[in-house]
């Protein structure tokens, strides 16, 4: 997401270079060139130019410090722009009351079953919440099939209906049974249309009246750009929903959705989704995503992801092992299958400021460690505790073995040293313990 739009603004930035300082003549062009990379990431046009005056009339007349050119000034007035068009702060949940109930609407398409699937996973393991999923999307065939089987994937139970029985009276009943039963968040996935019409918005305004959510939020494909803010309206004229939901930001998205919703529906975007993964879903931080826009990369979430998969007794062990040198094959291929749980391998990459640009055009996906992983596993328990022993014909059975070659073999041994030379000199101080243990 926002490629083409990062790299158009790190050109237009580049205008002001050389210069002394910002003023009206020298930035004109840059702001020009700012408005078009909005324009073609699909933002409204009355909202890139309003934007654009706003940097201007906040830049000219700006003190530039010894130490700042006037290029890097602009990206950190730009910077802060984009984190008020995209709403300032983070917005949370409200699911204080028990039982919440979150209703979930958008159109077919959007990604709201996935989506739903994706939350309860959230509000269960972040939150302590113990969900229900509500099963009212009665029209699209296998709709609650799909349902199910998220719910069965994820442990969450699915409340259905046999027969004919409405959404209203479907939503109505989830209520009452979670209630009865005891959970404490109820969320309703509901029917889309490919369009909207007035006998959907009729049906999904009903069933709000019927359940009196806390939360709604609209789920909406990033994809759509402009029309995906023109939809926002509608609902939220019908709806009077209480945040966004962006999905599928893994697609060729231009981003125009993210940058103009927050100000053309005055709702907060909270929640990012992408891919298929349960795991595949982040709470919306403008600034982290701002960040991301100006090839700052995001290296809070970054950390965060990591945190969720290692706990501070874990992190203990591993800074005693690498600090007696005794980090080995088996510690290798348990911190690789670590890196796989936090999520696709090229969006953790382009996490990393200045990494993001350069790993773009390569094909990274979620087997770039199978290759590793078979080697380590055609190892014998004595060469992966000490693999000093691995002389030339063990690599050759090894490659073999892993269907790779001695050359393949030979590099994985060298990226393992110079891994565990990198590991110790984090290890003093106590860095892996700070990094990797939960504050």
Not at 262 to 267: C, G, S
Not at 308 to 331: G, M, P, T, V, W
């Amino acid at each position: 997401m926002f490629e083409n739009l990062s790299e158009r603004l790190e050109k237009s930035f580049k205008l002001l270079k050389g210069q002394g300082r910002i003023s009206e003549i020298n930035i004109a062009e840059t702001l020009k060139e700012v408005r078009r990379a909005l324009l073609d990431a699909d933002v409204n046009f009355k909202i890139a130019k309003q934007f654009t005056d706003t940097v201007k009339q906040k830049a000219i007349g700006q003190e530039v410090l010894n130490s700042v050119n006037p290029s890097q000034m602009m990206v950190k007035i730009v910077h802060d722009e984009l984190v008020d068009l995209m709403g300032g702060d983070k917005t949370d949940l409200n699911i204080k009351i028990n039982p919440s109930i979150i209703l979930i609407a958008g159109l077919q398409g959007s990604g709201k079953t996935t989506f739903s699937g994706k939350l309860a996973k959230w509000v269960k393991t972040k939150r302590g919440k113990n969900p229900l999923l509500v099963a009212c999307d009665v029209y699209r065939p296998a709709a609650i099939e799909q349902l199910k089987i998220i719910g069965a994937q994820i442990e969450v139970p699915v409340y259905t209906e046999d027969g004919n029985m409405s959404p209203i009276a479907i939503a109505r009943n989830a209520v009452k049974e979670a209630k009865k039963t005891g959970y404490d968040l109820v969320i309703i996935d509901t029917a889309g249309r490919l369009a909207i019409d007035e006998e959907m918005m009729k049906e999904i305004s009903s069933v709000k009246d019927a359940v009196n959510p806390h939360e709604i939020l609209f789920v909406v494909d990033s994809m759509t750009g402009q029309d995906a803010v023109n939809t926002a309206r509608e609902f939220n004229d019908r709806l009077d929903f209480d945040g966004v939901v962006l999905t599928k930001l893994d697609g060729d998205t231009r981003g125009g959705a993210a940058l103009s919703i927050k100000t053309v529906v005055n709702k907060p975007i909270k929640f990012v989704s992408s891919g298929e993964k349960m795991e595949a879903i982040d709470i919306f931080y403008p600034d982290r995503m701002a960040d991301r826009i100006l090839g700052m990369g995001d290296i809070v979430s970054l950390v965060e992801k990591a945190q969720e998969q290692y706990d501070s007794e874990e992190a203990r062990k591993l800074q005693k092992r690498i600090s007696k040198d005794q980090f080995d094959f088996n510690d290798f291929i348990t911190q690789i299958q670590q890196i796989k749980k936090m999520g696709n391998v090229k969006d953790l990459m382009a996490m990393i400021p200045g990494v993001g640009k350069a790993v773009k055009d390569l094909d990274i996906d979620d087997n770039a460690f199978k290759g590793i992983e078979a080697i380590i596993r055609s190892m014998t328990p004595e060469e992966r505790i000490n693999p000093v022993v691995l002389n030339g014909s063990r690599r050759k059975r090894i490659a073999t073995g892993s269907g790779t070659t001695v050359q393949e073999v030979n590099k994985l041994l060298k990226q393992f040293d110079e891994t565990k030379r990198m590991m110790k000199m984090m290890t003093k101080g106590g860095n892996v313990a700070r990094l990797m243990g939960k504050k």
